[in-house]
């Protein structure tokens, strides 16, 4: 694409809607909006006012003590980073560990093994099929083929003294991955079953019915690539999540944005047709579709948006003087993946969404406020619960655990990985020395975004996190926050300005 191809014909169609659909809230719908979220998550203690210059900030509505909780926050869209669906197998909505011990470590090795790589369209069938077929098992039901009892064929293959990976043989592996063998303890690690997406894609997999059903009402049944799928054309979305996986898959959350606001805006032209039948009399409330789409749009007009091409940082590698065409290939690289979206699942009634410059603002929405998506792996509590067992119980387990623990090397231990919007967590001021942080308790199973308390806060105290290492020199801090728009003011900063 050459530079100045980048133009979208919706934007300048849609340039009222466009501009309605991104101005910014009323403080007080604003401030209506977290308050009904607040309430309706049953989040204690906390409360989102307006803060000035910065926007909005969480405050305490109560007192906290160091190492409380002071959020607990869903996400409204998130994804698990393509590369990392090689080692975590988790719900596709809730990001949960699922299946079974057996199953993560074997599948693990068995796509190592295989050189799979879900970047690549041939691979990501290999992958598919693979998951497909550990479905099929539930080792639970069946007889239990331990390990403890069976592991003749393990003997050659472990090595106590070294972190690199040894291979183990395939039949061993699949045996492990399929549900026949079952490793020492692994049921004191239960994870739920794997439920499959209704649609049938075989890349989308849940922890329970409500999950899957949550995921398919929310976004999935437009971005799903099974039969089932309500997509206008599945080689387009393929061709769409290749794109994103080859590219930025930033591209996969803002389709689950369009996505979600184009089926609540369904809903709601639904229930105000049902509603205008009971009256029986014409409707006169002035109710249009630009209504309904600024209804549908809500949760994400109240994010703090900024064009993706404008507010990414420019790498080290690019010289000022290059910046301007730096910024042009990041427009027309969002111009390819939009344009390949449109193919796979446009809505005419809700053609404002697929203008570029809404495209941009959601992608720079969440360049701006996401957190990373940490859940932490039951394979490593699994091989940590081995290694503290007394010493004659680890030196029989370790004789079935050891060679499959050497086989995945240093990175036994990778945790799901992944990124996420968090209305809350989202209108979390930074600070330098800030008396909050985002940390994952050992209760935490889930990809939901906890908030703990460093240091006690006081109710009416704005609640902060750092969004860089506090410990960095002030040059440094000053340098990484300018990615996100501001200098930091706080107390260490202005303490440490020359």
């Known amino acids: 694409m050459e530079e100045g191809d980048t133009v979208c014909s919706i934007d300048a169609r849609f340039a009222n809607e466009v501009s309605a659909l991104l101005n910014p809230p009323h403080p007080l719908h604003l401030q209506e909006y977290f308050d009904n979220v607040i309430s309706r998550r049953q989040c204690r203690g906390i409360k989102v ?20 909780l002071v959020l607990k926050d869903q996400m409204l869209v998130g994804i698990q980073h393509c590369s990392n669906k090689i080692d975590c197998l988790v719900c596709s909505f809730c990001f949960r560990f699922i299946g079974s011990i057996e199953l993560q470590i074997g599948r693990r090795l068995y796509l190592q093994d295989l050189g799979v790589s879900v970047n690549h369209e041939s691979d990501l069938e290999t992958f598919k099929h693979i998951l497909e077929d550990c479905c099929q098992t539930d080792s639970s039901d069946g007889e239990d083929n331990s390990l ?14 070294s972190k690199e990976r040894f291979p183990l043989p ?9 549900g026949e063998l079952v490793l020492p303890y692994s049921k004191e690690f239960s994870l739920p079953p794997l439920v499959r997406c209704a649609g049938g894609c075989g890349e989308a997999y849940y922890c329970s019915k409500s999950c899957a059903e949550a995921d398919w009402e929310l976004s999935h049944c437009l971005l799903c690539t099974g039969e089932s799928s309500k997509s206008l054309c599945r080689e387009a979305l393929l061709e769409f999540i290749q794109h994103a996986n080859d590219t930025n898959d930033i591209f996969l959350l803002a ?10 805006y369904r809903k709601l032209k639904v229930t105000h047709l049902e509603e205008t039948e009971k009256r029986a009399t014409p409707d006169v409330s002035g109710h249009s579709d630009i209504s309904s789409l600024l209804e549908a749009w809500k949760p994400i007009s109240m994010g703090h948006k900024k064009r993706w091409w ?25 111009f390819k993946s939009l344009q390949l979206l449109k193919a796979a699942i446009f809505s005419k009634e809700c053609e404002p969404l697929f203008s570029l410059e809404i495209y941009g603002q959601i992608i720079g929405m969440f360049e701006l406020n996401n957190l990373d998506l940490v859940v932490a792996s039951p394979v490593e509590d699994y091989f ?21 623990l050497d086989a995945l090397g240093d990175d036994y231990s990778v945790c799901c990985q992944g990124t996420a919007f968090f209305p809350l967590q989202s209108c979390i001021n930074h600070s330098c020395c800030p008396n909050a942080k985002a940390f994952k308790r050992e209760e935490d199973k889930d990809g939901q975004a906890i908030i703990i308390a460093l240091k006690p806060i006081c109710k009416g105290e704005e609640v902060t996190i750092s969004y860089v290492d506090e410990d960095l020199p002030f040059e440094e801090r000053q340098a990484l926050l300018a990615d996100y728009g501001f200098k930091c003011k706080c107390p260490k900063c202005l303490g440490e300005e020359q």
């Open 384 to 404: 940590l619960y081995i290694d503290d067992l007394p010493y004659p119980e680890k030196q029989e387990a370790e004789k079935v655990t050891r060679p499959f």
């Open 170 to 178: 395939r039949e061993v592996v699949e045996s492990l991955m399929n």
């Open 310 to 334: 404008d507010c990414v940082a420019l790498p080290d590698d690019v010289d000022s003087s290059d910046e301007a065409a730096f910024r042009m290939q990041l427009k027309d690289l969002a």
């Open 148 to 161: 403890m009892n069976n592991h003749d064929n393990l003997g050659n293959c472990a090595s106590s003294s």
């Open 49 to 68: 006012k307006q803060n000035g210059e910065l926007g909005k900030g969480l405050y305490a509505d109560l007192d906290f003590k160091e190492g409380e």
């Open 255 to 264: 389709a689950k944005v369009i996505s979600s606001t184009i089926l609540r």
